[in-house]
């Protein structure tokens, strides 16, 4: 528990954290201090001075609370009047020579220069003289678009690619009012993070070339979930909308505070990998090349299942652990082989020591936990006298050459379950659509051991079945989501003090003491 | 009036040379700065009262005490010569007619603060002053006053010299460390201050080149015969800059506390003939303009200067008669302080430019008198609201301009265009 510090704001006494900023002191209890350049991931700096607070009997006596430590006994003042004062003319002088193009700025709805404007300014514009114009629509490269006139400066953008990436492509050219965040003439973006400088931009000077003008904020639902790009397991925001006559459809995916797994912060390829939720789906049953209703499909399924002399089901490390549940649980019942193989989902080198992780799925380490063995060995031996693969969503095309996957297909008929066309369905004898994340829910754990879980964001017009309804019906036994955990507790070991009902925000970190912490 | 401490070998021919310095007694004090305490020395400065020239006025001796005492880390002086501020030229003198006296002054700074490194930040423009100091600092490296050892003492001390690219702000203390560290010349947020946290986060003292020119005189002659010179708060020497209007513009060393209207006559030989004062600029462009009759009583130095609510600044002192436009010079002014803003902080950076616009409408004759009404009360929203005082330097003189010349802004905006000049 970290030390707390009695002080006053407003002659109000509080009971806040000691030794961080009064911004983030402060606002821990409810009261908010309005700042635009402080970022809690990229420190203090102290250029929008709309921190500014009164301090009593300080010397001195108006300090920018970005700056300065709670401390004990200290009179913070936020809503005297010559502190109001303050705010309301720094926004005033953040508003000159701002476009206040709100109606076609993306950052309209979301934006702190139009809420603290309610909030703290409010006057009608005294701009009589012609505003400073700067450059707009300037390719940064990496799919960010500068926007110089809404730019306040805050320089969170610069100070994140020198911080965070230490790449450093940004900086701020010129002085005074000709003051412009730039790259340098022939070195745009480049770096696996750059797209967070939009969210990090607390007004609409950065923007995605892939979501702008395409959805205004305030008819975006905000769903939390997790990144299933790779195995780092990185907590976001889904934000989708369904638009009048249309179906319900994923604009972009943000990054969501998880101290204990990605920070502030999110890669740009995770950050993308939303498209494959939208587009390319598997939407209909697929019988011998003809497109069927999914009854059709698991009829046809059932049929091959009860033919075949060997099957082999192939998990994804992708699925969830309840479904890789129900998936083991039928596969015992079926007399089927399991196996996990998919090494073509492990890009080798490409981890970066920060977020990126080699391995491009989302729930591997739960393979270990539920003893599902994930060699080419164990999938080669598997396969060598099946005549039957069911794969459950495993992109059998990643891990094996278009040739080995021929060979095996010439002796095998292959199923697939899953959620996207591609080589699979269109190899498959039969295909099944499913749900994908966006539209399930379920447990994850990442490659540092965390377990986490995410609800159902997206709901479509005409929804698919999900992966343990569509395992029920082929003659699964495990019945839903719920029974799966109770099942999962139940049976695994390293799960027992967990309870899966409840798995906290943060997610769960399964290492011997992190378990005993949380079950106490 | 005039009298010659740091001006003494200014009219001496070749005196910038070290044998022509030394024959006149330039680096005659090191021996006995040697066999002080390091402690000693600073208390010495302390009594003698000299305070920082750059326009501040603080105890130099009394920023020296400020660095912390058990430091493992490399203490270093910043000589302050970004001498920038419009009317302002008198360490420029010292520069190219006396360099020695500056490297004789570090040195015994240096001794006093234990620093082995000092850096003269030196302003851009200033090409035959930094020739001028290189040359001499070469000179001193080559006659053994620095390097390795110094005057045959077991002291380090090396000089580097660092010239600015052009901006005001770097003369501001932590923008001229950010400069010489190779960034961005923006001020830092203080605290820490530079005595704690300075050059590459470092303790470091910066004091102006004049400041530390009047180190020699202070160690060799002792504190009394240095307080011998001006009032008892503000004692000592300046070198004065007299521009403006008047018919003997130029640079006088004078004693500090010499009443400002006797020394415009008498010194720098008054307004033109058939011209009236109009006002005086006391210390450079940012402090806030002098009437006549204010100037009445006030004398040359900091407590004269802060009673008649302006600054004794930098000891720039410009002439102001009946054929200057006002309202051009406010132009003129904000021009200045806007361009040199270094576009860190928002009230600054958006807040100058707006002045500047709205002055400019009033002089095109499209401004109204809440123009002006508007002008003093950004002045007040910018002023003391950002990490540095480059915009009160602005704002404090653009509103005495406001405030003592107000008729001069309302006859624009009432169509009575002015045929006075700018300066």
Partial sequence: MADKVKLFVNGQEVEVESGKNLIDAIGAVGIEIPHLCYHPALGADGNCRMCLVGIEDGRPPIVPACKTKAAEGMKVLLDADHIKKIQHDVMELELINHPIDCPICDQAGECKLQDYYMKYDGQKSRMTVKPVMKAKKLDFGAGVVHDQERCILCARCVRFTRQITKTGELGIVNRTDYARVNIFPGRPLANRYALNVVDLCPVGAMTSSDFRFKQRAWFLTKSPSICQGCSKGCNIFIDHNREKYKDDVIYRYRPRLNEKVNGYFICDEGRMTYKAENDNRLTTGIVSGKETGLSEAVEATRRLISEAKKTVFLVSPNNTLEQMYAIKAFAAEAGAALSGFSDGYIQEGDADGYLIQDDKSANRASFELLGIEGSKDGFDKAVADADLVISFNNDLSKSLAEADLNALLEKAQLVYIGTSLGTCASKAAVALPIASYSEDCGSLINIDQVLQQFAVAVVKNEPAANLIEVVQQLGGSVAGVKEARAGLMESVAALKDVNLEEVPEEGIALTDNEVSNVAA | ?423
């Fill in chain 2, 1 to 423: 009036m005039q009298v010659q401490v740091l001006s003494a070998r200014f009219d001496i021919p070749d005196a910038h040379k070290i044998e022509v310095a030394k024959e006149n007694g330039a680096y005659s004090t090191l021996e006995k700065v040697f066999s002080m305490q390091p402690e000693e020395v600073i208390e010495l400065v302390k009594s003698s009262g000299l305070r920082g020239r750059g326009g501040a006025g603080f105890p130099t001796g009394l920023k020296w005490s400020f660095l912390p005492k058990d430091i493992d880390k490399p203490v270093y002086l910043a000589v302050n010569s970004d001498e920038s501020e419009p009317a302002t030229f008198k360490d420029r003198y010292i520069l190219v007619k006396d360099p020695h006296m500056l490297i004789e002054g570090i040195i015994i700074c240096c001794y006093a603060i234990k620093s082995n490194a000092a850096y003269i930040y030196i302003r851009g423009e200033y090409t035959t002053q930094v020739k001028a100091l290189q040359a001499a600092i070469d000179e001193a490296y080559e006659a053994g006053y620095l390097g390795d050892t110094i005057n045959g003492r077991d002291y380090k001390l090396d000089i580097t010299v660092h010239r600015g690219a052009g901006a005001y702000v770097c003369g501001e203390e932590t923008a001229l460390l950010e400069s010489i560290e190779g960034k961005k010349g923006q001020p830092r947020s203080k605290p820490p201050f530079p005595a704690v946290e300075g050059l590459y986060g470092c303790p470091t003292i910066i004091n102006n080149v004049q400041s530390i020119a009047s180190l020699p005189f202070i160690l060799t002659n002792g504190a009394d015969a240095y307080k011998a010179y001006g009032t008892e708060k503000s004692p000592g020497t300046h070198l004065f800059g007299i521009s403006g209007l008047v018919n003997k513009p130029g640079m006088y060393e004078l004693p500090l506390g010499l009443p400002i209207l006797e020394v415009i006559e008498k010194v720098a030989g008054g307004v033109r003939d058939g011209h009236k004062l109009k006002g005086i600029i006391p210390g450079g462009s940012s402090t806030p303009v002098i009437l006549p009759d204010e100037a009445e009583d006030l004398t040359l130095d900091y407590e004269s200067m802060a009673a008649h609510k302006t600054m004794f600044g930098s000891g720039g002192i410009v002439v102001l008669d009946d054929t200057v436009d006002m309202v051009k010079l406010v132009e003129n002014l904000i021009y200045f302080y806007h361009h040199e803003s270094c576009g860190q902080c928002t009230p600054c950076r958006e807040g100058l430019g707006w002045m500047l616009k709205i002055v400019k409408k009033i002089i095109r004759g499209e401004g109204e008198v809440a123009d002006i009404d508007l002008l003093l009360e950004l002045c007040d929203n910018i002023e003391m609201k950002t990490v540095c005082v480059l915009s009160a330097a602005c704002t404090m003189s653009t509103r005495s301009y406001l405030n003592k010349f107000r008729h001069e802004f309302e006859a624009y905006v009432n169509g009575g265009a002015s045929t006075q000049t700018a300066m």
